[in-house]
């Protein structure tokens, strides 16, 4: 058994001082406030629940600082990701993904959901085992300390009635059914979900999305939706419908869905991911790094949508920064302001984030949730003076006044750093490895 003392923590009844946290097997087992520290490992600032990072491709992390020096589109943007990922190797990927994971953890983040489909050696070919690439990932989480929800991506097309490219071959598996014979062979744990992915309407023709939305049905379901105007200008061209509609049709909304991006959506479409209760997950650094646009957030929730937030391709690894974009953006979109409250933001970056990648057990400092605490510096540049309450941690506070993290139990973050890793060091040799 072990006790974290925080001076003021984040509670479900709100923000409380000398909060005494005891853990046990990974599990809070109590929490007191205006209790003495004893001989408690003392844990300063605001502590607040783990965030949980919903939407995660960990190989675009060496496109940073890469994409930045032309102008372009999203699609543009897309043939540089597919220069890295013809790169990776098994190895590679798992060296890259650890140092990601790395910088996760020290960004307060202790669950990530990986949309994975970087799966089989170029040209398509298989590695041995076929999960290896899959299998990578999961290691390389475990090694940080870092829960992974692996969401395992069926991909089959380049675009809707388009042949895949030489590069996307890795992607594939031929068909849903071989995707889901392929994912059948993984094994999850207590650290480890086993999700369910389609790329897009573009990745995956319309008469396989049912097959991939029945084939793990416990499990958490994503699929990126309506990124582009081009993407729904195809699809009303090939099948007459938006993309929510056709996989409205195709039983795919539900409320272990998470619709990504969700940007260019009608009020029909709204209501479809609303009434369904399928999760929206908002990316808005990436977002804005790849000129997508803004997602009708609002709307969404009040239709019945639960908000989620995700780092995506890692232009930044920042999930305060994700959590008030969301409602700066709406600022920009409305000229007005007060959309979106900091508890309700921090919901959706920590308990709603969790449950929609599997893991409902996570995300709040409270008896029986999974022991993840993060420590947020309230003496910083950016944080000294405001206070030291929620809205603090969502509209001042940044990834780098994390000072501690504790995920599941273990104290992995201190004083800034990794307790085990050399996160800039590995960052740095392991974009290296695939980028010259």
């Not at 502590?47 to 102008?71: D, I, K, M, W, Y």
């Not at 900091?342 to 308990?351: S, V």
Request: hydrophobic share 45%.
């Amino acid at each position: 058994m072990t006790s974290y003392w925080c001076s003021t923590a984040l509670l479900p009844t709100g923000v409380a001082s000398s909060v005494l946290v005891t853990v046990a097997d990974g599990r809070i087992t109590a929490v007191s406030a205006d209790a003495q520290p004893g001989d408690a490992v003392r844990l300063g600032g605001l502590v607040v629940p783990g965030l949980a990072n919903c939407h995660s491709h960990a190989f675009h992390r060496a496109l940073r600082g890469r994409t930045q020096t032309e102008r372009g589109t999203f699609w543009t943007w897309r043939e540089q990701m597919y220069a890295v990922a013809s790169a990776l190797t098994p190895d590679t990927y798992y060296a890259l993904a650890r140092a990601v994971y790395g910088e996760m953890l020290l960004a307060g983040i202790t669950a990530v959901g990986e949309f994975h489909y970087l799966h089989h050696a170029p040209g398509g070919r298989r590695y041995d085992d076929p999960n290896a690439m899959g299998s990578a990932l999961i290691a390389a989480a475990a090694d940080v300390g870092l829960r992974i929800a692996l969401l395992d991506t069926c991909y089959l097309a380049g675009g809707i009635d388009q042949s895949l490219n030489e590069v996307q071959q890795r992607f594939s598996d031929g068909d849903a059914t071989a995707w889901a014979a392929r994912v059948a062979a993984l094994k999850g744990s207590d650290d480890v979900v086993i999700g369910a992915a389609a790329h897009s309407i573009r990745g995956v023709p319309q008469d396989q999305l049912g097959a991939v939305a029945a084939a793990f049905p416990d499990a958490p379901l994503h699929i990126h939706l309506s990124e582009q105007v081009a993407e729904n200008t195809t699809c009303l061209d090939a099948y007459g419908r938006t993309p929510s509609q056709v996989l409205d049709e195709a039983g795919f909304l539900s409320g272990r869905t998470s619709a990504v991006h969700a940007t260019h959506l009608t009020p029909v479409d709204v209501g479809l991911l609303g009434n369904s209760a399928t999760y929206s997950c908002f990316c808005p650094t990436t977002e804005r790094d790849l000129a997508d646009g803004i997602g009708p957030s609002v709307a969404l929730r009040d239709a019945g949508s639960r908000l989620t937030l995700g780092s995506d391709s890692h232009a930044v690894i920042d999930l305060f920064e994700e959590m008030r974009a969301v409602e700066l953006n709406e600022r920009l979109a409305s000229q007005e302001r007060g959309h979106w409250s900091a508890p309700e933001l921090f919901t959706a970056a920590t308990a709603d984030g969790h449950r929609s990648i599997g893991f409902a057990d996570a995300g709040t400092i409270q008896v029986g949730a999974r022991a993840d605490l993060v420590a947020v510096r309230l003496d910083s540049i950016r944080t000294a003076g405001t206070g030291g309450t929620v809205e603090t941690a969502v509209f001042a506070a940044s990834a780098a006044d994390v000072t501690d993290v504790v995920a599941d139990g273990r104290h992995l973050v201190a004083s800034g750093n990794h307790v085990k890793l050399d996160v800039p060091a590995e960052l740095a040799a392991s974009i290296g490895a695939v980028t010259t």
